[in-house]
Structures are given as structure tokens and as C-alpha cells.
């Protein structure tokens, strides 16, 4: 069954510092696709990058980058020159090609920006 | 980006009684996933609709339930509401094709207080 893991309930971060949120899975299936979510206070879930599992190379997405280790089975979200507008709650997510339609998130991980 | 609107953005309903939560996205896509957010078992997902077909359903009781219209408009019922049903309901659309690179983007969410 696939799983998600997001060992970082919390993360602080001082502005225009980089940061990573930690993410590892667990799927059977050889393609699937994972995904970053920013949801801020207002509950919109915010897709911010993905990272398929035949890809060669990491993703990236402006100030977002995917570190994505696949024999580890990490996937890694790291956020550079963090903003006070980034701190909001993160997800990992993963979904599998047999079952296109369903996500499974991660617990998420709470990302404050200090000033 | 895709859109996708749900309404009502706010529900408060009592236990025993039945709601009903919409979710529209913009043409073309033709698949509608359902999620439940809470504090205590985070997203789970409910189901998805593509083509007004359910493709997957969810660990969750039959008093959950959904459908999808041929505009692609999906609706979720939830009867009988217990006190355990309080919890954001968000809901997805994704780009058509089962490869499971397809973006999912979600609406702003309807939450749901049972009293």
C-alpha cells in the first residue's frame, strides 16, 4: 500500500534562508507521481511542483526545488530565500499510474518564516 | 491553473441531518476526486468520479456518497451527519489521461461544523 511519511511536524526558518521539508514514501507501484501542496490558513490546497518517477532530473519551480532520491525514496522539498508569505502547512503527495485519481498526503509539515 | 469552485465555502448543520457539497470545475475535466481533512486523521480520500462513473471509493462509511453530473459538476451527500464529520472537504480536478503525472488541483474547500 502506499504511504507517505513527513517525519517534520514543525520547521522554522529566518527569511531569505533556505529550507527543506523532509518527505520519504512507499509505493509498489514503478509509476507514480509526487507532489508538493502549500495550504495556507484560507484551506486552498496550492500545487507547487511535481517529480514523476521515470524523471531524470530533479524538479524545479521557481524558488521550489524537488530532491528526489529514488533508491532512498525521498523526495525531498526544498524552498529557497524563504518568504514571510511562505509560512503556511506543507504536503507531500503521492500518486500511483493504477489509481490516477487518489492522493495519499503525508501528515504535512507547519512552516513558519521568521522575520 | 485550473479552477475549480466548491460551494458553500461554510456549512454548520446538527447531528442526524444530511448535507449536500458541490464542487465545479471548469470544462474539460472530467475527473473529481473528493478528500476529507481533519486535525486528527488528516486527508483521506473519498472518491473519485470520471465521467460520471465512480472509478475508486475510499475507506468510508455509505453514508458518504457523491455523483457527477455530464457537465462534470460533482456533488458529495453526507446523511445522517455525525459530530465526526466536521472537517474541510476539499475537492479535486486533474488533467484527463490516467498517467499518474497528471496535476491535481483543488478548490478553496467547503467546511463543514457539525453541531
Known amino acids: 500500500a502506499q504511504k507517505i511519511t513527513q517525519t517534520q511536524p514543525g520547521m522554522f526558518v529566518q527569511e531569505k534562508e533556505a529550507v527543506t521539508l523532509d518527505c520519504t514514501y512507499d509505493?509498489?507501484?514503478?509509476?507514480?507521481?509526487l507532489f508538493w501542496y502549500k495550504q495556507p490558513s484560507s484551506g486552498e490546497m496550492i500545487f507547487l511542483i511535481y517529480q514523476g518517477s521515470y524523471d531524470q532530473q530533479n524538479a524545479t519551480e521557481g524558488r521550489y526545488s524537488l530532491n528526489f532520491q529514488k533508491a532512498r525514496k525521498s523526495a525531498n522539498l526544498v524552498i529557497s530565500a524563504s518568504q514571510l508569505g511562505d509560512s503556511a502547512m506543507y504536503f507531500c503527495a503521492m500518486r500511483e499510474s493504477t489509481n490516477a485519481g487518489k492522493s495519499t498526503f503525508g501528515d504535512g509539515t507547519t512552516l513558519t518564516v521568521k522575520p | 491553473k485550473a479552477g475549480v469552485t466548491q460551494t458553500p465555502r461554510y456549512l454548520i448543520k446538527t447531528r442526524g441531518q444530511q448535507v449536500t457539497l458541490s464542487c465545479s470545475p471548469i470544462s474539460g475535466h472530467r475527473s473529481v476526486s473528493w478528500y476529507q481533512q481533519t486535525p486528527g486523521q488528516g486527508l483521506q480520500f473519498l472518491f473519485e468520479?470520471?465521467?460520471?462513473?465512480?472509478?475508486n471509493k475510499g475507506n468510508f462509511p455509505g453514508r458518504f456518497s457523491g455523483r457527477q453530473f455530464s457537465n462534470s459538476r460533482s456533488e458529495m451527500n453526507v446523511s445522517t451527519l455525525e459530530l465526526g464529520d466536521s472537517a474541510l472537504y476539499l475537492c479535486?480536478?486533474?488533467?484527463?489521461?490516467?498517467?499518474?503525472?497528471?496535476?491535481?488541483?483543488f478548490g478553496a474547500g467547503t467546511r463543514l461544523s457539525v453541531l
Open positions: 479535486a480536478i486533474r488533467t484527463s489521461g490516467g498517467s499518474a503525472k497528471n496535476i491535481q488541483y
Open positions: 509505493t509498489s507501484d514503478p509509476s507514480y507521481g
Open positions: 468520479y470520471f465521467s460520471e462513473t465512480q472509478r
